[in-house]
């Protein structure tokens, strides 16, 4: 009974760490080792290739053939790369703080709305994610066109004489990079503001603290957690993201996925796009390893 017992938790660890070998190991490593290959014209379109059949000779010469000068060529300053990492960490960024001012606000009024009405509001929240994120981005080319809702709407009210060029610019990017990610941010911080115990805000208030007071020393500390789990949901992909400044964004709007998509599908160059990849894959694992050490200290601390 024992033995099926330890066999039972083995095979529940196990399965979370099979999948993880699948599904992301696996195909890191095949990005990683074509991003250390060289362009051919061949399929597939990269050398060296690994033949098991030629043994450990074989071996050490597929392993000769690696080079990094991928890595150099993303790097140096003579193309777009280095812009478009710099330019998606400051849109990725600007977008997350957007994200936070708009979407604290929204969660806080979801935890202090009365128990029967929390789920509908929360499914309002959920809601766009029942239509397709391609069709909702499309949604805003209407929107933001020189011809659509929102020009129409503005000069309908007088208050603009000739159409706003909002579309194709940097502005639109941001908005539809908010308007995506919004229900992203906001679950995780109406989950810490939920759990909030309301005591602690009454005994500020009995210890003389104004309602605003409250709120920033005790309200906001403990909510720090959804802050940055939401913070990290929406930074994250903003900085992969292509679709959005692909269908928004202008010809100006420079971002690491839209470079990605050009290097790998104009370019044909498997080789540089996947150095492209896994360097932003190393790029955000920075942001998670900060997160996971500061959780590590705040639980060491409450400890």
């Keep these: 009974m024992a033995g099926e017992k330890g066999r039972g938790r083995l095979l529940v660890i196990a399965v979370p760490y099979l999948w ?24 597939p379109p990269y050398s060296p290739v690994f033949d098991i059949a030629g043994g450990w000779a074989g071996f050490r010469d597929f392993l000769s053939q690696l080079s990094l000068a991928n890595y150099g060529y993303v790097l140096s300053w003579d193309n777009e790369f280095i812009a478009a990492y ?4 400051v849109i990725a960024g600007v977008s997350t703080a957007l994200l936070l001012l708009i979407g604290y606000p929204i969660a806080y009024a979801m935890a202090r709305a009365p128990k029967g009405l929390q789920p509908m509001l929360l499914m309002l929240v959920i809601l ?6 391609l069709i ?11 011809e659509g809702f929102l020009n129409q709407g503005l000069a309908a009210l007088g208050l603009i004489d000739q159409p706003l060029e909002i579309l194709n610019t940097d502005l639109a990017v941001y908005i539809g990079i908010v308007y995506s990610y919004l229900p992203f941010m906001v679950l995780p911080l109406y989950s810490a503001l939920e ?3 309301g005591t602690l805000l009454e005994a500020a208030e009995d210890l003389g603290c104004t309602p605003f007071k409250a709120f920033w020393t005790v309200t906001f500390p403990l909510s720090l957690p959804g802050v940055a789990a939401g913070a990290l949901l929406c930074f994250i992909p903003a900085v992969g993201e292509f679709v959005i400044p692909d269908l928004l964004g202008g ?28 360097l932003l894959l190393v790029l955000l694992v920075v942001p998670i390893v900060i997160y996971q050490n500061i959780q590590a200290r705040q639980l060491e601390a409450g400890r």
């Design 20 to 43: 993880l070998l699948a599904l992301f190991l696996v195909p890191f490593l095949i990005v990683l080792k074509i991003s250390l290959s060289q362009d051919v014209i061949a399929q």
């Design 86 to 89: 710099g330019s998606s960490l």
């Design 128 to 133: 766009p994610f029942w239509t397709s994120f």
């Design 136 to 146: 909702r981005v499309y949604a805003w080319i209407g929107i933001l066109s020189p």
């Design 195 to 197: 759990k909030l115990d």
């Design 251 to 278: 010809s100006d709007t420079l971002m690491i996925g839209k470079s990605l998509w050009t290097e790998f599908t104009v370019n044909r160059s498997w080789t540089a796009s996947s150095a492209v990849a896994v």
